[in-house]
């Protein structure tokens, strides 16, 4: 079983910066894919960023290129969202996702929700205007 605990959403104001943080437990580390995706009310589940721990591949959805950074603590087994220049239409919960290879895998990470396997709880970030 895995489990995925986010941390760092909040609020702040447009033009600034928030840290994400994905702690996972269970697997072996670099034998994942991670994402984040976010979801507004009423909205689909939206792709922002994924990392191949294997490989280092990454990608990064339209809207945020250039804005956010995913990145990998192989030694705390967290995942992290460095999200920058915030506008307003980022507010809204925060997912990070896990996708578990056994073995090795150096494609590039999945942008799909249905490739990943579980889930986190959702963080909720808030930019005011």
């Known amino acids: 079983q895995v489990q995925l605990v986010e941390a760092g959403g909040g609020l702040v104001q447009a033009g600034g910066s928030l840290r994400l943080s994905c702690a996972a437990s269970?697997?072996?580390?670099?034998?994942?894919?991670m994402g984040w995706f976010r979801q507004a009310p009423s909205k689909e589940r939206e792709f922002v960023a994924a990392?191949?721990?294997?490989?280092?591949?990454?990608n990064y959805g339209d809207s945020v290129k250039g804005r956010f950074t995913i990145s990998g603590d192989y030694g705390k087994k967290t995942v992290y969202l460095q999200m920058n220049s915030l506008n307003t239409e980022d507010t809204t919960v925060y997912y990070c996702?896990?996708?578990?290879?056994?073995?090795?895998?150096?494609?590039?990470?999945?942008?799909?929700?249905?490739?990943?396997?579980?889930w986190g709880q959702g963080t909720q970030v808030t930019v005011s205007s």
């Open positions: 996702a896990s996708k578990y290879y056994v073995l090795p895998e150096a494609r590039a990470p999945p942008i799909q929700t249905s490739d990943y396997d579980y």
């Open positions: 269970g697997r072996t580390f670099s034998r994942y894919s």
């Open positions: 990392i191949n721990l294997n490989s280092g591949g990454i």
